[in-house]
């Protein structure tokens, strides 16, 4: 597959078919909270269309705009089931993870709702509780086996588990879905994808991104799917140019962040500059704001393509304590180690071990955090392990 036959000029695809019908119906939901101040319903189904349309189009603006909507129906109407079930889901978008506890606890009867409880399970993988996260959902599973409680069985189980199982979990997650439900297929067959990926099965990989996009053609993500492995595979002009037109589509700051790293590992050091200057200024811009959710983007941007430890290190630990979990700890034990802190590294980085988390990129960081600290078999012996996982994990690679 080649970039031309990803951007080439084609009919309007199902992406763009469905964002437009979303549009229409918040133009017209809009119309009519205007038309009836009181119409509560009309509101709640607004709010709701306005997640959707953001979360297709991956635009921040869009998020905001939803969340001033949300907190006006909050205030105005009270704390409705619904409406506290939708911000709860906003803020843990956002990594807002304190206020996802509170929205759930506004609506006294939300907390024993299915969805609520998929929340909670979702916060505790964040923090670190990953027993318990496991525990809920299978308990949950065994409830009601919804595709998204299956597919949170298998993330589990790719990071913490065996990447087979992992698998067949994803295609369980597959049998629950309506033939409607193309969107969440592809997106699961992304996530098949990704599995492959990250065991440097290229060609598997490829196999599942092509099903992602022939089931959904034309949403952007998949893009990113697509410009990550031609990367990795050297064909730099694909994924350039993929890159280039998810920015044009989205403006999102990760993505000019990881264009710009694409620079950087093709040696175009000044190409690289005003996007990560670009990325940057989206990034702190949104922590003047109140936003936390950019910490984790900030930490690695500053540790590696700016080189600025401190300031590495400073927004490293802002995330590490809002989500104590093994990538949060793997971030933070990166940060110190460029801070020449090697023996406090590696107290985080043995954190992140003791997870169980089975990544190759984090034992070759590990790796190579033992190799300073002069424990030099132990360093040996993960990148040994690093590369029986995955014998392509140096090649470039984004951060989802």
Known sequence: MTTQSILREKPVTVFEKELAR???????????CQEHPSDLQSRIRLVYRMFHQATLTGKMAQLEELETVLREVIERFGPKEDLCLLKANLDFRLHRLPEVRHDLEMAPLLSSRFEARILVADLTFQEGQYHATRSALEELISENPTWDTVARLAYWTSK??????????????????????????????????????????????WTHYRTAEASYPGHWHTA????????????????????????????????????????????????????????LSAYLSSVQRGDVHYFHHLADLYADARQEPREALRWAQKDFEMRPNYGTQSALAWALYRNNSIAESLKYMNLALASGVRDPVIFSTASELLWAAGETEKSLFFADIALKINPQHKNYRMHH
């Open 22 to 32: 979303i549009e229409a119906q918040v133009s017209s939901l809009k119309s009519r």
């Open 160 to 205: 913490l588990g065996d990447p087979e199982e992992a698998d067949r979990f994803y295609l369980q997650a597959e049998d629950e879905l309506t033939a409607k439900q193309m969107l969440s297929y592809a997106w699961l067959e992304l996530q098949r994808g990704m599995l492959d990926f990250n065991r440097g099965r290229y060609a598997d990989a």
């Open 224 to 279: 990113e799917y697509f410009a990550e492995l031609f990367a990795a595979e050297g064909n730099f002009k694909e994924a350039e140019a993929l890159l280039l037109d998810v920015i044009r589509r989205t403006s999102r700051p990760e993505i000019q962040q990881a264009l710009g790293e694409l620079y950087l590992y093709m040696d175009r050091t000044e190409e690289a500059e005003p996007l990560f200057d670009s990325a």
